[in-house]
């Protein structure tokens, strides 16, 4: 601790900014941000001064009060003015906020060197030091709220005359710092990822700082704002916090360096018993009950509630965490976690995840420091009380059964389920678990998604639906690896190739299809030691094939309106697309599914100043975007030729009827297989047993027949099918 010191009161309120660092020629308010709503402000008449000392009212200079033309003294009571003050229209009315009303008005408050806006309601706000307050506020009963004169507001930037150990880093996805990352008010999870994965490209890496740091100045004396419309209430600690405009704060412990992103279209709040230090959060944004967090970032849309710690973090867009603890970790949109006992710590995870009750990802002291991590595929869910050892990493939509993993695992297998069988070393996977167990799971997320995503700006592009160029990748490469495999078992002696190996398991694995057969393999390469059996390769390798045509028609449809267009216009745009640039590895950006290629752009223009600002780098993320729909329709066009041996350039219009055909009956199988899932709910007779009749259980559960993704899901399907019939019988 430091020494308390003592000074001169006559410089209370002066010398907030060095004269080193002021100008020549300019005052030492130079730096005071202009409230653009005031256009002129006027010194008290002594009528007002004679009003407001009557009302037990101090100020150390009444000369360096300004007012507007409609101030009135009257409705400003017990007051301590230090510095320069500016106060806007005050008009004999009250402001109402969610029950609480309070005179418009200044009460009961100290007040030092602060722009005030128009019929605020500021009452017993203990000291409240450099801020700029906008219209219609409410500020009550705060203890302390000061803006200092370095203020940086949570970005990763210095300010003149502050060393560089003070600056702060966001240290995702290793405890070790070595993907640690700059916080600034604009980042979404796409520039922390290109910035915390790319760590062997130095000049990449200067880059990104020079252009955060590019984008904020170096002086001192910024003020602290709070947005019009604003309601603070019950604080203790405010320092160095921009507060956006529609704003609620009630009730937290403390807030430093911070920037609240708020507005009245997507409106922040922050709840009761919050300890929230050097962080920046994302407009819309909800965090109450209790939470900690120090060094992170909250996207758009995103909640953190109920004790919640979240420490070094990044937490993308329209994410909810809940009691549980999130050290060092990147995570992209749609996250869930929702317990007390679980713990994710180390992790890089690529969204649309659900971490379970008990699940502790963290286990990473497995070397000499604190150096292990996780990487996890958008869709990871591991199950009750699992745990990992780092270094592991998993493909996309993986699910994990309840377990004690004692070794890393390397998880290459998408849409699996991966558990331990007692009686053997090794774990157990079965690809494509989700598409034939558990329909209803990866279609409800993918529609609770869309329904989730409440952002009303969306700087983030996302791709939610399960199956897209990342994800169909992992496919492709699993059947390969899945035909290697089936060539090794069966050909042990021979030292083959592995374009030979992958010929022989191929014709292996249809035969087997063919006779209605499946056999188990052994994959060494998925977990350190013991590796894995694959069970039921070759029902997952049909229904990967299956699932790939229908991704093809899926993108058809997206681009093509085939209420209007013709078979024949569709198959000659297929074989002219075939003409156009291919792009076979995929990056999740963030939530974004890009090429390999179009990211190595970005990050040589970064370097070569093309891109020169994260406005521009967002923006182009943004063409990107643009043009996703038809690259995605080029890959999916080249994954059904290379899985399902076809070349679209030799498809007649009865080859392309014929995929639209199928197209309808795996859509048909979806919906079946969804419905089939949740009906068990109510056959089973183990649930069934808490009620005494079936109007009972309707009663608690509701009836499957009022179930909205259901219902959605069996429109959708009808829809589907009706226009695909139109289309290819339409001359």
Same mark, same amino acid.
């Given at each position: ?94 402001? +109402? ?81 070595? %993907? ?24 990449? /890496? ?51 360096? /911070? ?108 070397? !000499?420091?604190?150096?292990?991590? =996780? ?49 053997? +070393? ?69 030292? /083959? ?38 069970? !039921? ?28 267009? !013709? ?9 002219? /697309? ?41 923006? %182009? ?12 329709? %080029? ?41 089939? =899932? ?7 007779s183990y649930r069934k047993m808490l009620y005494d009749n079936e109007e009972e259980m309707i009663a608690v559960i509701g009836d499957i027949k009022d179930n909205d993704f259901l219902i959605y899901l069996e429109k959708e399907t009808g829809e589907f099918e009706n226009a695909v019939k139109n289309f290819i019988n339409r001359e």
């Amino acid at each position: 601790m430091s020494d308390v010191k003592m000074y001169p009161i006559e410089q209370f309120s002066i010398n907030f900014v060095n004269e080193s660092a002021i100008p020549a020629g300019e005052s030492k308010y130079y730096y005071r941000n202009p409230n653009a709503g005031h256009k002129f402000f006027r010194n008290l008449e002594a009528s007002e001064i004679e009003t407001l000392v009557k009302n037990n009212n101090f100020a150390e200079n009444w000369n360096e009060i300004f007012v507007s033309k409609e101030f009135n003294a009257n409705c400003v009571i017990n007051n301590e003015f230090f510095g320069k003050v500016l106060i806007g229209k005050l008009s004999e009315n009250y402001l +109402e906020y969610n029950d609480l009303k309070l005179p418009v008005g200044i009460y009961n408050s100290t007040i030092i060197s602060c722009e005030i806006g128009d019929n605020v309601s500021i009452r017993n706000a203990n000291y409240l030091s450099h801020y700029i307050v906008g219209n219609n506020c409410i500020l009550f009963n705060i203890d302390e709220m000061i803006t200092s004169d370095r203020s940086k507001f949570g970005n990763g930037i210095l300010k003149e005359g502050e060393e560089e150990e003070v600056r702060i880093w966001i240290e995702v996805g290793n405890e070790n710092g070595g %993907r640690k990352i700059l916080p600034f008010d604009k980042i979404i999870t796409a520039d922390a990822y290109i910035w915390s994965k790319y760590r062997d490209d130095k000049e990449l /890496l200067a880059k990104l700082a020079e252009i955060t740091n590019n984008g904020y100045s170096k002086k001192r004396g910024y003020y602290g704002l709070v947005g019009s419309n604003s309601v603070i209430k019950h604080c203790r600690i405010i320092k160095d916090v921009n507060i956006g405009e529609y704003c609620y704060i009630k009730g937290a412990n403390k807030l430093k360096n /911070l920037t609240i992103n708020s507005s009245k279209l997507e409106p922040t709040q922050i709840g009761e018993g919050v300890e929230l230090v050097n962080g920046i959060i994302g407009f819309s944004a909800k965090i109450f009950y209790g939470c900690k967090a120090v060094r992170f970032v909250t996207g758009r849309n995103t909640q953190v509630k109920y004790g919640a710690r979240l420490l070094n973090s990044i937490l993308g867009d329209n994410s909810t965490v809940s009691c549980c603890e999130l050290l060092n970790n990147l995570i992209f949109p749609f996250h869930e976690q929702h317990h007390n006992t679980s713990f994710l710590i180390a992790a890089t995870v690529l969204g649309q995840s659900n971490i379970a009750a008990g699940a502790t990802i963290g286990s990473n002291h497995n070397s !000499r420091s604190a150096d292990g991590e =996780v990487l996890a595929g958008r869709g990871f869910w591991p199950g009750l009380s699992s745990d990992f050892k780092h270094n592991s990493k998993f493909a996309s939509f993986v699910l994990i059964s309840k377990g004690s993993y004692a070794y890393e695992m390397n998880v290459t297998y998408p849409f699996s389920l991966v558990f331990q069988n007692k009686s053997d +070393e090794a774990i157990q996977i079965i690809p494509a678990y989700w598409f034939i167990y558990n329909m209803y799971a990866i279609e409800r997320n993918l529609y609770k998604f869309a329904n989730r995503d409440k952002r009303k700006i969306k700087i983030q592009n996302i791709e939610s639906e399960y199956l897209a160029p990342d994800t169909v990748s992992e496919i492709i490469k699993s059947i390969d690896r899945i035909y290697v495999l089936a060539g090794e078992s069966i050909n042990k002696t021979d030292n /083959l190739t592995q374009d030979e190996y992958l010929k022989i398991g191929k014709e292996y694995i249809r035969n087997l299809a063919l006779e209605n057969k499946d056999i188990e393999l052994k994959d060494k390469e998925c977990m350190k030691k013991y590796g894995a059996k694959i069970l !039921r390769p070759v029902k997952a390798v049909c229904y990967f094939e299956k699932m790939i045509l229908y991704f093809l028609v899926k993108n058809i449809v997206n681009i093509y309106d085939i209420a209007t267009i !013709r078979l024949k216009e569709v198959l000659e745009e297929l074989k002219s /697309l075939k003409k156009t640039k291919l792009y076979l590895n995929w990056i999740n950006l963030g939530g974004q599914i890009v090429s390999q290629e179009d990211l190595e752009d970005i990050k040589k223009d970064i370097k070569n100043d093309k891109l020169t600002n994260w406005d521009e780098i967002h923006e %182009r993320y943004n063409d990107l975007w643009k043009k996703y729909p038809k690259d995605k329709l %080029r890959f999916s066009i080249y994954a059904f030729e290379t899985i399902l041996d076809k070349n679209v350039d030799l498809f007649t219009e009865e080859d392309l009827k014929k995929l639209f055909e199928d197209a309808v009956l795996i859509k048909k199988f979806i919906y079946s297989a969804c419905y089939d =899932v949740k009906k068990k709910d109510y056959a089973d007779s183990y649930r069934k047993m808490l009620y005494d009749n079936e109007e009972e259980m309707i009663a608690v559960i509701g009836d499957i027949k009022d179930n909205d993704f259901l219902i959605y899901l069996e429109k959708e399907t009808g829809e589907f099918e009706n226009a695909v019939k139109n289309f290819i019988n339409r001359e």
